[in-house]
């Protein structure tokens, strides 16, 4: 299993322009988590999605939009970049049993908007 | 909303030393959670625990719910430790999605 994938790695995007951050998982996880973090504060969460088809938001989403048409793929959409929206950005997912919630992270995506 | 602090921000120890990070949390949890940052930026799970005391290898998870306080100890500490430890706490109130702590860096010098 690859497990949480992420592309692209590394972006910079000009003040404006718009890209989509993907993240893909193949252990049939039925959550996934989109987090940015930022240098000294901990992961926010920006949206989720508890299955395919519904997704809510987090914390921090103004700025962002998702989409889950399948279980497998959980893109995030930056429509006009500003640079407060340059971060680390961590996809992850989970099989929710009960109360514990044991999360697997991507390898991240480092997005600097200029 | 929980907050979650972690202690120390920051942390460099000699290999071999015994390390402890701290952490604790405001609101009565589901789960507490310690994550592994390292350089390249990957980030894993070390432990999901709810109560008492959790082993693998070197790495010992305790918490004490009464006290909303957690510890993290690395026996005989190597420079391969060398990463962000970052804790998170999941609560029924948020849905059990998990809240995290800005995390700790340990630098292990050999």
């Known amino acids: 299993n690859a497990g949480v994938t992420q592309t692209p790695k590394f972006r910079i995007l000009k003040i404006g322009q718009s890209m989509t951050l993907q993240c893909t998982q193949d252990m049939n996880h039925n959550y996934m988590y989109w987090y940015r973090q930022d240098p000294g504060m901990g992961l926010k969460l920006i949206y989720y999605s508890v299955g395919a088809g519904i997704t809510d938001k987090g914390e921090v989403p103004n700025g962002y939009n998702v989409s889950r048409s399948t279980t497998e793929d959980f893109p995030l959409r930056l429509e006009l970049a500003a640079p407060s929206q340059t971060s680390v950005y961590f996809c992850?997912?989970?099989?929710?049993?009960?109360?514990?919630?044991?999360?697997?992270f991507g390898p991240g995506t480092r997005l600097t908007v200029l | 909303k929980n907050e979650v602090e972690q202690s120390p921000q920051n942390l460099t120890a000699q290999e071999g030393e015994f390390i402890t990070i701290n952490c604790s949390y405001s609101?009565?949890?589901?789960?507490l959670h310690w994550l592994q940052q390292h350089p390249g930026g990957g980030i894993v799970s070390l432990f999901m625990?709810?109560?008492g005391k959790k082993k693998h290898g070197r790495l010992i998870a305790t918490i004490n719910i009464q006290e909303k306080h957690s510890s993290l100890h690395i026996t005989a500490s190597h420079p391969r430790d060398s990463a962000v430890y970052i804790c998170?706490?999941?609560?029924?109130?948020?849905?059990?999605?998990?809240?995290f702590g800005a995390g700790t860096i340990l630098r292990v010098k050999s």
């Open positions: 609101v009565g949890i589901s789960a």
């Open positions: 625990l709810s109560s």
């Open positions: 992850a997912s989970s099989f929710k049993r009960g109360m514990y919630n044991e999360q697997f």
């Open positions: 998170a706490v999941s609560y029924m109130e948020y849905g059990n999605k998990l809240v």
